[in-house]
Nanobody, 123 residues
Framework: QVQLVESGGGLVQAGGSLRLSCAASSDTFSNLATAWFSQAPGKEREFVAGDNGSGGGTNYRDSVRGRFTVSRDRAKNTVFLQMNSLKPEDTAVYYC????????????????WGQGTLVTVSS
């Protein structure tokens, strides 16, 4: 069982930056694909960015490509989502998720989830 704990959310003005962290409880995390999802009020959970772990490679939702960067610190079993040039429409609860094999954009494909961290971008 892998437990994920997100942190780093908060309130930021448009154009600002935040870095989200997702810390895992198990060393097997390094072999898992990880992803970040966002869920705005009244909307479905959407894929934001993913990292394939040992398999290499990342992918991003079109609306965040060039602004957000996903990275991983294997020694600390932690993945990060660096969010720059934030926009009000980025406001959502952000969730970290992990699964075996490769990144999927479908949230139903993920076995492990964090509790979420709220990001609020003011205009």
């Amino acid at each position: 069982q892998v437990q994920l704990v997100e942190s780093g959310g908060g309130l930021v003005q448009a154009g600002g930056s935040l870095r989200l962290s997702c810390a895992a409880s198990s060393d097997t995390f390094s072999n898992l694909a990880t992803a970040w999802f966002s869920q705005a009020p009244g909307k479905e959970r959407e894929f934001v960015a993913g990292d394939n772990g040992s398999g290499g490679g990342t992918n991003y939702r079109d609306s965040v490509r060039g602004r957000f960067t996903v990275s991983r610190d294997r020694a600390k079993n932690t993945v990060f989502l660096q969010m720059n040039s934030l926009k009000p429409e980025d406001t959502a609860v952000y969730y970290c998720a992990a699964r075996r094999w490769t990144v999927s954009t479908n949230p139903n494909d993920y076995r492990y989830w964090g509790q979420g961290t709220l990001v609020t971008v003011s205009s």
